[in-house]
């Protein structure tokens, strides 16, 4: 009996995000009172966001 897994949908996190500037959005850590906290960057307007799904 052969089981096919149909969750394989695994290495996909190579998503990349477009700021509306058209710029490239990266994320960013940093490290804030022991704290470690990520946000999202535009490479081109340097606008913030906490998300990268926050450009809109
Ligand atoms: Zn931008």
Do not use: W
């Not at 058209?22 to 470690?36: L, S, Y």
């Not at 490479?43 to 450009?55: G, H, L, V």
């Amino acid at each position: 009996m052969a089981q096919v897994s149909k969750n394989s949908r695994v290495g996909s996190s190579t998503h990349k995000f477009l700021c509306p500037c058209g710029g490239e959005i990266k994320m960013k850590t940093v490290f804030a009172n022991g704290k470690k906290k990520n946000y999202a960057e535009c490479e081109k307007c340097k606008r913030q966001e906490r998300k990268p799904s926050d450009f809109k």
